[in-house]
């Protein structure tokens, strides 16, 4: 628990728009409390080429194309026999006032790449992972939706303890006994690597499912993709997360 609670701070620090608020406030400090102007100044400038770097295509699109590159070039298993589907859950939310808890927009996606591979495909257990911040876990929220899309109940596990993709490894790891055992998972293509590596720890055959990708092929207008956009900054902000959680992982495992 401890160590969740920090990896959650991790996680929040190591988004790109913390790290530039806090040199604004650097440089405010220096401009406002100092004589020193010109080291404020160099400050700025720092933090502008920054921000203007993270919110443009390109470098957006590179830091997603690094993550999520072996799963680009390779070709989905379908057709391929599975004992469990597995689909990670990709946080939810709550609003109060309707007293409601909903799955993110990553998490439908990724529900919804499971529902139809399981349509397609032999698979005998169909198992929903995640606790999420919202007050439902977001594995009971993917395991009713999969019911109302035709999934068995009987077919259906759910995970409703992890908070990590560390757990959520752990977890299913707890569920069968056989670590032979044929497994789907389903996840997001940047995070399908930090995923596939945990989950190889506790299983032999371990099939990747792709859910979405954040890289796009380059197109239209050659000069707006160089002016800042919001839309890449969140997938920039993504990207360097992911990057800092690999990271944070290959840290943990040397202990």
Known sequence: ????????????????????????????????????????????????ILFYGASIPPVANYLCHYLEKDYIKKAETSGKNLDALVVLGGSSYKINYLDKSFPSSFTMVRLAYAVDYYHKNSVKYFVCSGKG??????????????????????????????TSTWQNA?????????????????????HMKRSEKEFRKYFNNIVPLPAGYLYSSPAGNPVVKYLPQSESLYKTSLAIKEIMAQMLYNIKSLF
Do not use: C, H, Q
């Open 133 to 162: 911040p919202a007050t439902l876990p977001e594995a009971e929220m993917m395991a009713r939706l999969a019911v109302s899309f035709g999934v068995p109940k009987e077919k259906i596990r759910t995970d409703i303890k992890s």
């Open 170 to 190: 752990a977890e299913i790891d707890k569920m069968f006994a056989d670590k032979n055992i044929a497994i789907g998972l389903v996840t997001s293509a940047y």
């Open 1 to 48: 628990r401890a160590l969740g609670f920090v990896y959650d701070i991790f996680k929040a620090i190591a988004d790109p728009i913390f790290f530039l608020f806090v040199l604004l406030i650097i440089s405010f400090i220096i401009f406002w409390k100092t004589s020193n102007k010109k080291t404020g100044a160099l400050i700025l400038l720092l933090t502008i």
